[in-house]
């Protein structure tokens, strides 16, 4: 199984598909403007505290107050409250904790009204980015995120990725990370460090141990709501996370953007150094690798299932609901039953594939085709477990109820992505109305005319839809023939099937298009103005 990124670099930011074996499987906008995204930890200050939610309500410059609850504070808040303090008024020299007095931990039942006080600055990650009218969701359990290893401050623990199985394994990973682990932090060992080295391991632990260190320069200058340490952008946390042994190539169409991969690769793989492919051809990267043709026919309400079938799916604040259609494959088995697992089984994999695409989160609920069969519903479950196995986001799935409906609840932390698949009317564009079909002969004869007689042109090509085209060049004296017998001229017609019936161009001698007075426009304006009047 292959697995290439592409990455196109536009005016308003990066576009990232992920394609495995061809197919587009997962796909990212990263914006130039976004200031909020997972990972990013502020100096925020209490706006305001409620102790109804057990929460608090944080200022970190956006436009509505981050969300912080009691449960988030992490164990050992009281310790980094303080060191935030004395770093930000200068009294803490050096940003290593080695040494560094820990206070008690906090209460795992306790009241946020005694922890915090409003206009109280802190320390704060974000967790989930602003979703439609909810602010960012925040936390103060700080950690940072590695290849290999998540770096945690104030904490002695070191935990080992539960999907690493092995006990040899764990205990080797914990004996490496245990010598080379610097004093006062706590490590996550990621899954994708089993069977690394101690070398590739103290790498990444390096450059972690830099990003805290640069967390410490910013914070000791940083104002109220200011941002003192950013994630890395989605095309290098992408990266981060996913690169491994199946990654054949990544694409890039940017040079400052290439340069700015090849740095980061050069830290976290220095062993792939030709995995980083830089595109310069004249056709558009999307275009090159067939992704623009798969975005418009993925994201769209209905989706075509691969062999038949088709999914209905529908987006609402609360959740997502996904129906499933057996299409043409109703006929092609031979009992009920049948028919009903096989076209579940090709939605279920699509069903999954279109989670991680469009980064669906919180309640799905997918409407599958009833099936009798215990057994056959399980195996609908297993398939979409088996493929959202490979997802990055946690989830949840519940077994398929007798009504044949399957929920998922799957983590959100960004807005979901959304991509218009539909196009303006190039006919009405987009008002729902054209003018009189019978008005156009008599608006293509008038402008025929006047350029013939009072603009002298010659040699003229007449475009229109091919309905028109016959009403003018069939009989046995056709309209052309009139018009040649009338002003001793000769107009060519082309029939044009991206014209609508309405629609007509008229090119003179050179092949360039003539610049038309249309009476549509009129036609459509006066009706607006009679629209407006009756309103």
């Given at each position: 199984?292959?697995?290439?990124?592409?990455?196109?670099?536009?005016?308003?930011?990066?576009?990232?598909?992920?394609?495995?074996?061809?197919?587009?499987?997962?796909?990212?906008?990263?914006?130039?403007?976004?200031?909020?995204?997972?990972?990013?930890?502020?100096?925020?200050?209490?706006?305001?505290?409620?102790?109804?939610?057990?929460?608090?309500?944080?200022?970190?410059?956006?436009?509505?107050?981050?969300?912080?609850?009691?449960?988030?504070?992490?164990?050992?808040?009281?310790?980094?409250?303080?060191?935030?303090?004395?770093?930000?008024?200068?009294?803490?020299?050096?940003?290593?904790?080695?040494?560094f007095p820990r206070e008690a931990p906090i209460e795992k039942v306790?009241?946020?009204?005694?922890?915090?006080?409003?206009?109280?600055?802190?320390?704060?990650?974000?967790?989930?980015?602003?979703?439609?009218?909810?602010?960012?969701?925040?936390?103060?359990?700080?950690?940072?995120?590695?290849?290999?290893?998540?770096?945690?401050?104030?904490?002695?623990?070191?935990?080992?990725?539960?999907?690493?199985?092995?006990?040899?394994?764990?205990?080797?990973?914990?004996?490496?990370?245990?010598?080379?682990?610097?004093?006062?932090?706590?490590?996550?060992?990621?899954?994708?460090?089993?069977?690394?080295?101690?070398?590739?391991?103290?790498?990444?632990?390096?450059?972690?141990?830099?990003?805290?260190?640069?967390?410490?320069?910013?914070?000791?200058?940083?104002?109220?709501?200011?941002?003192?340490?950013?994630?890395?952008?989605?095309?290098?946390?992408?990266?981060?996370?996913?690169?491994?042994?199946?990654?054949?190539?990544?694409?890039?169409?940017?040079?400052?953007?290439?340069?700015?991969?090849?740095?980061?690769?050069?830290?976290?793989?220095?062993?792939?150094?030709?995995?980083?492919?830089?595109?310069?051809?004249?056709?558009?990267?999307?275009?090159?690798?067939?992704?623009?043709?798969?975005?418009?026919?993925?994201f769209g309400k209905t989706v075509t299932v691969p062999g038949g079938?088709?999914?209905?799916?529908?987006?609402?604040?609360?959740?997502?609901?996904?129906?499933?259609?057996?299409?043409?494959?109703?006929?092609?088995?031979?009992?009920?039953?049948?028919?009903?697992?096989?076209?579940?089984?090709?939605?279920?994999?699509?069903?999954?594939?279109?989670?991680?695409?469009?980064?669906?989160?919180?309640?799905?609920?997918?409407?599958?085709?009833?099936?009798?069969?215990?057994?056959?519903?399980?195996?609908?479950?297993?398939?979409?477990?088996?493929?959202?196995?490979?997802?990055?986001?946690?989830?949840?799935?519940?077994?398929?109820?007798?009504?044949?409906?399957?929920?998922?609840?799957?983590?959100?932390?960004?807005?979901?992505?959304?991509?218009?698949?539909?196009?303006?009317?190039?006919?009405?564009?987009?008002?729902?109305?054209?003018?009189?079909?019978?008005?156009?002969?008599?608006?293509?004869?008038?402008?025929?005319?006047?350029?013939?007689?009072?603009?002298?042109?010659?040699?003229?090509?007449?475009?229109?839809?091919?309905?028109?085209?016959?009403?003018?060049?069939?009989?046995?004296?056709?309209?052309?023939?009139?018009?040649?017998?009338?002003?001793?001229?000769?107009?060519?017609?082309?029939?044009?099937?991206?014209?609508?019936?309405?629609?007509?161009r008229i090119q003179d001698e050179r092949g360039e298009d003539i610049?038309?007075?249309?009476?549509?426009?009129?036609?459509?304006?006066?009706?607006?103005?009679?629209?407006?009047?009756?309103?």
């Amino acid at each position: 199984m292959s697995n290439e990124l592409i990455i196109n670099s536009t005016q308003e930011g990066e576009r990232i598909a992920l394609l495995q074996d061809k197919r587009l499987i997962e796909y990212h906008f990263d914006r130039n403007d976004t200031n909020y995204a997972v990972g990013d930890i502020f100096l925020g200050t209490v706006k305001k505290v409620m102790p109804g939610l057990n929460a608090a309500f944080i200022d970190i410059g956006y436009q509505k107050d981050a969300f912080l609850h009691y449960g988030d504070l992490g164990e050992q808040f009281q310790t980094l409250a303080k060191w935030t303090r004395l770093v930000h008024t200068g009294k803490a020299p050096v940003a290593h904790l080695k040494g560094f007095p820990r206070e008690a931990p906090i209460e795992k039942v306790g009241k946020m009204a005694d922890t915090l006080k409003k206009g109280q600055q802190l320390l704060v990650q974000i967790v989930k980015e602003p979703i439609s009218t909810k602010g960012p969701r925040l936390s103060s359990d700080l950690s940072m995120a590695g290849r290999y290893l998540v770096l945690m401050p104030f904490s002695d623990t070191i935990s080992v990725s539960k999907k690493i199985v092995s006990r040899t394994e764990r205990d080797r990973l914990k004996r490496l990370i245990a010598s080379i682990k610097p004093d006062g932090f706590g490590v996550i060992i990621r899954t994708v460090a089993e069977g690394r080295d101690v070398a590739e391991l103290d790498r990444d632990m390096q450059n972690m141990v830099s990003m805290w260190e640069r967390l410490y320069q910013n914070l000791r200058t940083a104002k109220p709501n200011d941002k003192v340490l950013g994630e890395l952008g989605r095309t290098s946390s992408m990266i981060r996370d996913m690169l491994n042994e199946s990654f054949d190539a990544i694409h890039v169409d940017s040079q400052p953007m290439y340069e700015e991969l090849k740095t980061y690769l050069a830290q976290i793989a220095p062993d792939k150094p030709d995995l980083l492919k830089f595109y310069s051809g004249k056709t558009k990267v999307f275009e090159q690798f067939d992704i623009e043709k798969q975005l418009k026919t993925l994201f769209g309400k209905t989706v075509t299932v691969p062999g038949g079938g088709y999914l209905v799916i529908e987006h609402t604040e609360a959740l997502h609901v996904i129906d499933v259609n057996s299409g043409n494959k109703s006929n092609q088995q031979s009992d009920q039953e049948a028919t009903a697992l096989m076209v579940n089984l090709a939605a279920a994999k699509e069903v999954a594939r279109q989670l991680r695409l469009r980064d669906m989160g919180g309640i799905v609920v997918v409407d599958f085709i009833d099936m009798r069969s215990g057994e056959s519903r399980k195996k609908v479950e297993d398939t979409v477990y088996n493929i959202m196995a490979q997802d990055r986001a946690k989830f949840t799935i519940l077994p398929i109820t007798k009504f044949g409906l399957l929920q998922i609840t799957r983590q959100r932390v960004r807005p979901e992505q959304n991509i218009i698949t539909t196009e303006v009317c190039p006919t009405c564009g987009g008002t729902g109305k054209i003018t009189a079909s019978i008005l156009v002969t008599d608006e293509i004869d008038t402008s025929i005319a006047d350029l013939l007689v009072n603009q002298n042109h010659s040699g003229l090509t007449l475009h229109v839809h091919p309905f028109l085209h016959a009403y003018y060049t069939k009989g046995l004296v056709s309209k052309q023939m009139k018009w040649y017998l009338k002003y001793y001229k000769w107009v060519k017609v082309v029939k044009d099937t991206s014209l609508g019936l309405t629609d007509y161009r008229i090119q003179d001698e050179r092949g360039e298009d003539i610049e038309l007075h249309s009476r549509a426009a009129e036609l459509n304006s006066l009706q607006d103005r009679d629209d407006e009047s009756d309103d």
